[in-house]
């Protein structure tokens, strides 16, 4: 019944090693977000996209990048992962068609080693 | 000065206790209010969703808003150790899937 789906949970990676994570939607939202929540934080929108028109936050680090193949996948890269990219990564969906509020993927939690 | 300010906690409350939550903002321009909750190593679940101001109840929840103080609450009735989850509160100012802002959540512990 996972309507936004994350994969892998859980991901351990080394300093400096590339790492990709992926989601995928079920519910054909126009609008994907990438966000990271460090422990005892708020979600930090990285980016997003409205269909495929690529939005990148002003703060967000150069070495993230993402990539939206078709409207159900979304992914994030990190180039060279250091150790404060340590952190919980949320996937979420919007629909600019309505106004129903954003969903949430279970997240993935990225280890750095 | 943050846009959302939410009450830190921690919070214990004993089970059957009245919660209250509690988020305040600065920037007029929301109109959309969420309540999310989230349960250790899991994502953001959405539990209420409001636009007006007033009152919205849902079964043990009930999500209040007043914009004229800029302030918005919710309340959970006959808590319960399920219950223990930070919170986290959040507005957009449209709600077409615009960027949402958070506040920096609350955790909750209904001790049983």
């Known amino acids: 019944d996972a309507m936004v789906i994350q994969n892998p949970r859980y991901q351990v990676t080394q300093f400096g090693k590339p790492v990709t994570l992926s989601c995928s939607q079920t519910l054909n939202h126009n609008v994907m977000y990438w966000y990271q929540q460090k422990s005892s934080q708020a979600p930090k929108l990285l980016f997003h996209?409205?269909?495929?028109?690529?939005?990148n936050e002003a703060d967000t680090p150069d070495n993230f990048q993402s990539r939206r193949p078709n409207t159900s996948f979304c992914f994030l890269d990190i180039r060279s992962p250091g150790l404060g990219d340590a952190a919980m990564y949320l996937c979420a969906t919007g629909w600019t068609g309505s106004n129903q509020p954003q969903h949430f993927g279970d997240g993935t939690r990225l280890s750095i080693l | 000065q943050k846009e959302v300010e939410q009450d830190p906690g921690p919070l214990s409350v004993p089970e059957g206790a009245i919660v209250s939550l509690n988020c305040t903002y600065s920037n007029s321009a929301f109109q959309y209010f969420m309540w999310y909750r989230q349960y250790s190593r899991k994502g953001p679940e959405l539990l209420m969703y409001t636009y007006s101001s007033g009152n919205k109840e849902d079964g043990r929840f009930t999500a209040q808003v007043d914009k004229s103080s800029k302030y918005i609450s919710l309340f959970i009735r006959d808590s319960q150790p399920s219950d223990s989850a930070t919170y986290l509160c959040?507005?957009?100012?449209?709600?077409?899937?615009?960027?949402?802002?958070f506040g920096s959540g609350t955790q909750l512990t209904v001790l049983p």
């Open positions: 996209y409205y269909d495929k028109d690529f939005n």
């Open positions: 959040a507005m957009t100012q449209t709600g077409s899937a615009r960027q949402l802002t």
